[in-house]
């Protein structure tokens, strides 16, 4: 009986201890996630104001702004977040799909609470980028960059 109870304690611990490790390095890559993303969307962020506050309308500015972060995003998150080795192609697609899912995620995020409801859209698109970002980060983890199972 003794032997049993030593056998789960030891399984016990290596189970703890595997989830702490793997806490780790996803609080590393949320971190090296949230330093890219703080860059590149404050950036684009001042571009978006610019913008808008000459002309642009809010849902065109945030499309084209998108398109141009979600490009920068993946190089850096790909090389320096989740250092991933795989193959272009499998992640190229699938990033693809989570970056269009963020990008609509975005655009409803604007036509509720700008057009429906009546918020200022700078506030709106401020609070959009911090959403869509978390959003990305766990799909990204999850999706997009985890390590290819068969």
């Known amino acids: 009986m003794a032997m049993g109870k030593q056998v789960l304690a030891w399984r016990f611990w290596m189970i703890a201890k595997i989830d702490r490790s793997a806490w780790r390095k996803t609080s590393r ?11 590149t969307n404050l950036g684009g962020y001042t571009l978006y104001i610019l ?7 809010p849902k065109l500015t945030m499309t084209a702004l998108y398109c ?6 993946f190089i850096a998150n790909r090389r320096l977040t989740f250092q991933h080795q795989g193959m ?11 970056q269009g899912s963020g990008y609509l995620l975005n655009f409803l995020l604007l036509v509720v609470f700008v057009d429906w409801w ?3 859209h700078q ?9 869509v970002a ?4 766990v799909l990204s983890k ?8 068969l």
């Open 68 to 73: 141009v972060g979600a490009a920068l995003s």
């Open 118 to 120: 009546g918020f200022a």
């Open 51 to 57: 913008l808008t506050h000459w002309g642009g309308t």
């Open 123 to 131: 506030i709106v698109q401020a609070t959009a980028i911090i959403v």
């Open 88 to 98: 272009m192609a499998f992640v190229g697609i699938r990033y693809l799909i989570v």
């Open 29 to 39: 890559q949320f971190l090296r996630y949230a330093l890219i993303g703080v860059v």
């Open 142 to 149: 999850i999706f997009v960059f985890a390590p290819h199972r």
């Open 134 to 137: 978390c959003y990305l980060f």
